[in-house]
């Protein structure tokens, strides 16, 4: 079956990276996942003791920055060499990393490395921006959404999984912010593409969402090699 190149965006908490990473898996595809090169940045920022809010800084740095997705199994973000796959799923990390990839420089850096994925392969990659700016031409583009208090509950039980026990209502708050830190940012704001397939995740199960991305995928793919035999 002809590989395609599946894009799947949508905000925190909609259950995107798990399900990209799952739909990558089953269809034997390399799964991408650029919000992860976003914070590796940013906790580089963080670890060099620049001011997240210090732009021309951030910028600088990133310039300098060496930021590379592994998928062997599970994705492995290696940043300047060093593993930070864990490091950069850190509480003060999620605070920051809507600033820092909200500076255009550093968005453009990032876009780049991602076009640089051989789509050809057969690749899910996940983000906010991916259908809209990235890969606008992508075969697939999926939405994501959910209910906030939903999201919240997931993102609560991810962190709970880290060690950080949060109350509900500041996990909701913070969603929020985020929500609206990427969508009235400047340059590739989180918003749905034209054409993107929206799928609402709120009562949802991880395999009810693959399988439903993954019927997409499959009608598509088919309908390209039934146009190359014509």
Do not use: W
């Not at 690749?123 to 906010?128: L, T």
């Amino acid at each position: 079956m002809k590989r395609i190149l599946i894009a799947i965006d949508g905000p925190a908490g909609s259950g995107k990276s798990t399900t990209a990473k799952l739909v990558a898996r089953r269809l034997g595809y390399v799964y991408v996942d650029t919000g992860a090169m976003y914070r590796a940045m940013t906790f580089k920022v963080l670890a060099s003791g620049i001011d997240p809010a210090d732009e021309s800084a951030a910028v600088k740095l990133a310039t300098e920055t060496r930021i590379s997705l592994v998928d062997g199994g599970e994705l492995k973000v290696i940043l300047d060499g060093v593993d930070v796959t864990e490091a950069i799923r850190s509480e003060e990390v999620t605070k920051n990393v809507s600033l820092v990839s909200s500076y255009t420089a550093v968005r453009e850096l990032m876009v780049e490395k991602q076009r640089e994925i051989d789509s050809g392969k057969g690749c899910v990659v996940d983000g906010r921006d991916i259908g809209t700016v990235v890969f606008p031409n992508a075969d697939l583009k999926i939405y994501m959404v959910a209910d906030i208090a939903e999201r919240a509950r997931r993102r609560q039980e991810e962190l709970s999984g880290t060690g950080v026990d949060l109350p509900v209502q500041q996990v909701v708050q913070e969603l929020k912010e985020r929500d609206f830190k990427d969508s009235t940012r400047e340059t590739s704001p989180l918003r749905k593409a034209d054409d993107a397939i929206e799928i609402d995740t709120t009562n949802l199960t991880i395999d009810e969402q693959v399988e439903i991305i993954l019927n997409y995928a499959r009608e598509i793919a088919v309908g390209h090699e039934e146009m190359q035999r014509k």
